[in-house]
């Protein structure tokens, strides 16, 4: 077993974390309260998704000339105690004009996470902090052992109590970019579709 040290900051803010060069080994942190929090590695599921997500995705935004783009891990910040948290989301979309200095992704309209055993409590965890962000529409959570998701979408400007749960015969409809496709497509390319012998 390896030993990985813990970050003994207490505090943190976002400008500084921004600036923290880590902890010397290649783990990923995301800001919790003042606290950088370990971002537990993807499983090849869990990679495969994000990739596939952010290609169906792009390419539907390119296809219809948006202004709007995906992004991969880029950080985004909640309206809720914003000096003290940044989350690093799987995948988000901005319609926001680029900016080529910025080191957040500002305005996020969608924002995707996908559960892995290892990091669900801690995805889940942060469903509110993205749902304080004002331009977010929509939360998408795609679960990586199974077909399946969860959506959440701003309706009048409320979230609502609980997600529109969709299965493998379902319709993914993400309003907030115009973009319909049937689940079983986001996972068309992993082990969790039965392959043809």
């Given at each position: ?80 105690s914003s000096n003290a ?113």
């Open positions: 077993m390896v030993a990985v040290r813990k970050p003994t900051f207490s505090g943190m803010t976002v400008a500084e974390f921004l600036d923290w060069s880590g902890d010397g080994t290649d783990t990923r942190y995301e800001l919790v309260n003042g606290e950088p929090r370990a971002m537990a590695p993807a499983s090849a599921t869990h990679a495969y998704l994000q990739v596939a997500l952010a290609r169906l995705i792009e390419g539907h935004l390119i296809d219809r000339g948006s202004p709007c783009r995906t992004a991969t891990e880029a950080p985004v910040v909640p309206a809720l948290n940044l989350r690093v989301p799987d995948l988000a979309v901005t319609c926001a004009p680029d900016d080529p200095d910025g080191r957040l992704l500002p305005d996020p309209v969608l924002i995707v996470e996908i559960l892995s055993p290892s990091n669900e409590r801690d995805t889940r965890g942060n469903l509110w902090a993205y749902a304080s962000i004002p331009s977010v529409q929509e939360i998408l959570f795609v679960h990586s052992t199974r077909v399946g998701a969860e959506l959440y979408g701003r309706r009048n400007g409320d979230w609502p109590p609980e997600p529109i749960i969709i299965g493998p015969d379902d319709e993914l409809d993400l309003s907030s970019i115009g973009f319909r496709v049937p689940l079983i497509q986001v996972y068309a390319r992993t082990k969790l579709i039965r392959q043809p012998d």
